[in-house]
C-alpha cells in the first residue's frame, strides 16, 4: 500500500469512527489496530504494545496529571470565588466593568488552569448573571466570556501545550513560557474590542463594591504564589516543567487550607475527577504517537515532504496552508482530535521549512484554541451555553464570531512580530 493511500485510509477511517459518536480515545485506538495489521500484520501488536508502554511510562506526562490536579483542586475548592471577590473590589469605578472583570479574572484563571471548557462554564455560572441582571449586552457579555476562557490554553500551565511538547519532540518548558506574552496580547485586544464597542452604551458608570483594597490584594496574594511557583520557577530555570506542576499542587492545597475550603470529600472528588482525566489524556497520546510511527513506517513522513516540496511554495504560503487547514476543519471535526492526527503529518514539514518550533507550534495551539471558538462544534461554546440557561444557541454563535475575529487578528500579530512568541523560551535556553 502507497503511503497516500494510507494515509487517505486512516484519516477517512478516523472521521468515519468520530462522526458515528466513538470517543476519541476509542477512535485513535482502532485506528492503531487496524493500521498496525494492514502495514504489519499480527506480529506488529508487540510495536502496538510496546509503544503504549514507553509512552504511558514517560515522566514527561506527569506534568499532565500533576496539571489537571491543580487546577481541580483550585476549582472544586471554590477559592475562585474569593480571587473573584478581590479582583472584583480592585477593579476601579468604570463603565462596563464586569467586562474588565472578566478579562482580569480569566488571564489569572489561565494561569492557574489549562481548560477552557472549565474557565467558561465557571464564568458562565457567576459572571454572565450579574452582566444580564445589570444590563450588559448579551452577545458581548458572551463574548468577553468566551475569549477570556480561551486564553487558559495559551497563558501556562497549559495542557494543550504539553501534549504538542510530547507528539512534536519540542521543549515543553519553552512551549508552556511561549504563551505568556501572546496570552496578554489576545487579552488587550479583547479589552480594546470592549472599550471600543461599548462606546455609546446605555450601561452606568458602576461603583466599586464594598470591601478594602488592602483586604483584596492580600486575599490575592496566595493565588499568585501558585501563579509564580508554577511560571516563575521554570522561566527562573530552578525547576522542570514537572517539578514546577507537583510545586503548584502543593500551593492549591495550601490555598484551599488557608482558606478553610480543604476537606476529605473535596479531595475524593478532586482525585478522582483529575484520576479520569488524566487517564483519558495519556490514551490519547500513547495513540497518537503509535500512529506517528506508523506514518514514517508507511513512508507518509518523506511523502509528505516530498510534495510540499514539489509544490514549489515558499514558507510564508505553506505556513498560510497549514494554519488554514486547522482553522476551516475544526468548524466541523473536534479540534482535540485534529490535533492528533495532525502533528506527525505536520512535523516533518515543520522541519523541511525551517520553522522555528516554538514559534509554529504556537501558533498552532492558538488556531486549535480558536477551533473551540468556532461554530458549529466549539466545546468552549457549549460548556457557555450549558452553563447559563438565559442563552440562546444564538447568542453563543453570535458572540464567537467578533471573538474569533480578535483572535485572528492576534495570530497575524504573532505571525508578524515572531519575537513576542520566541522571548521569553530564549532565557531558558
Known amino acids: 500500500m502507497s503511503w497516500l493511500a494510507f494515509l487517505c485510509l486512516a484519516i477517512g477511517?478516523?472521521?468515519?469512527?468520530?462522526?458515528?459518536?466513538?470517543?476519541i480515545f476509542v477512535g485513535f485506538l482502532v485506528l492503531n489496530l487496524v493500521g498496525v495489521m494492514v502495514l504489519i500484520g499480527p506480529r506488529g501488536f508487540g510495536l502496538f504494545t510496546n509503544s503504549i508502554f514507553?509512552?504511558?511510562t514517560s515522566?514527561?506526562?506527569?506534568?499532565?496529571?500533576?496539571?489537571?490536579?491543580?487546577g481541580e483542586v483550585l476549582f472544586r475548592s471554590g477559592t475562585v470565588d474569593i480571587l473573584f471577590r478581590s479582583v472584583d473590589r480592585l477593579i476601579g469605578r468604570l463603565r462596563g466593568r464586569l467586562y474588565v472583570i472578566t478579562i482580569a479574572l480569566s488571564t489569572v484563571f489561565g494561569a492557574l488552569s489549562g481548560s477552557a471548557v472549565a474557565v467558561a462554564a465557571m464564568l458562565g455560572r457567576s459572571v454572565m448573571p450579574l452582566m444580564q441582571d445589570r444590563g450588559y449586552d448579551t452577545r458581548r457579555s458572551a463574548g468577553t466570556i468566551l475569549a477570556g476562557a480561551s486564553l487558559a490554553p495559551i497563558i501556562p500551565p497549559s495542557l494543550l501545550a504539553i501534549i504538542v511538547g510530547s507528539l512534536a519532540d519540542v521543549s515543553i518548558a519553552g512551549?508552556?513560557?511561549a504563551g505568556l506574552l501572546?496570552?496578554?496580547?489576545?487579552?488587550?485586544?479583547?479589552?480594546?474590542?470592549v472599550f471600543i464597542t461599548e462606546r455609546g452604551s446605555a450601561i452606568p458608570e458602576q461603583s466599586r463594591p464594598e470591601g478594602s483594597a488592602l483586604r483584596a490584594m492580600l486575599d490575592m496574594l496566595p493565588f499568585l504564589l501558585v501563579i509564580f511557583a508554577v511560571m516563575g520557577l521554570i522561566i527562573l530555570g530552578i525547576a522542570t516543567p514537572s517539578e514546577s506542576a507537583a510545586t503548584g499542587v502543593v500551593g492549591a492545597l495550601i490555598v484551599a487550607g488557608l482558606f478553610g475550603r480543604l476537606d476529605m470529600q473535596m479531595l475524593r472528588e478532586t482525585v478522582t475527577s483529575a484520576l479520569t482525566i488524566s487517564v483519558v489524556i495519556l490514551i490519547i497520546v500513547a495513540s497518537a504517537k503509535l500512529f506517528s510511527q506508523l506514518l514514517s513506517f508507511a513512508g507518509a513522513t518523506r511523502g509528505l515532504v516530498a510534495l510540499v516540496s514539489d509544490l514549489g511554495l515558499g514558507p510564508d504560503m505553506t505556513f498560510l496552508m497549514m494554519m488554514l487547514i486547522p482553522f476551516v476543519l475544526c468548524m466541523f471535526?473536534?479540534?482535540?482530535a485534529f490535533m492528533l492526527l495532525a502533528i506527525p503529518i505536520y512535523q516533518p514539514i515543520v522541519a523541511a521549512m525551517g520553522f522555528d518550533p516554538i514559534w509554529f507550534w504556537t501558533l498552532f495551539m492558538v488556531n486549535l484554541t480558536v477551533g473551540s471558538l468556532t461554530p458549529p462544534f466549539g466545546y468552549t461554546l457549549f460548556a457557555l451555553k450549558g452553563a447559563n440557561d438565559r442563552l440562546t444557541t444564538a447568542d453563543v454563535f453570535g458572540a464567537a464570531w467578533p471573538i474569533v475575529g480578535i483572535f485572528v487578528t492576534g495570530?497575524?500579530?504573532l505571525w508578524a512580530v515572531p519575537g513576542i512568541v520566541t522571548l521569553i523560551p530564549g532565557f531558558l535556553q
Not at 333 to 336: K, P
Request: aromatic share 8%.
Open 54 to 56: 514507553e509512552t504511558a
Open 182 to 193: 501572546p496570552g496578554l496580547l489576545f487579552a488587550s485586544l479583547t479589552l480594546a474590542y
Open 175 to 177: 512551549l508552556l513560557v
Open 333 to 336: 471535526i473536534d479540534q482535540i
Open 13 to 23: 477511517l478516523l472521521l468515519v469512527l468520530l462522526f458515528s459518536g466513538v470517543k
Open 59 to 70: 515522566p514527561t506526562l506527569v506534568t499532565v496529571a500533576l496539571f489537571v490536579l491543580m
Open 411 to 413: 495570530m497575524a500579530i
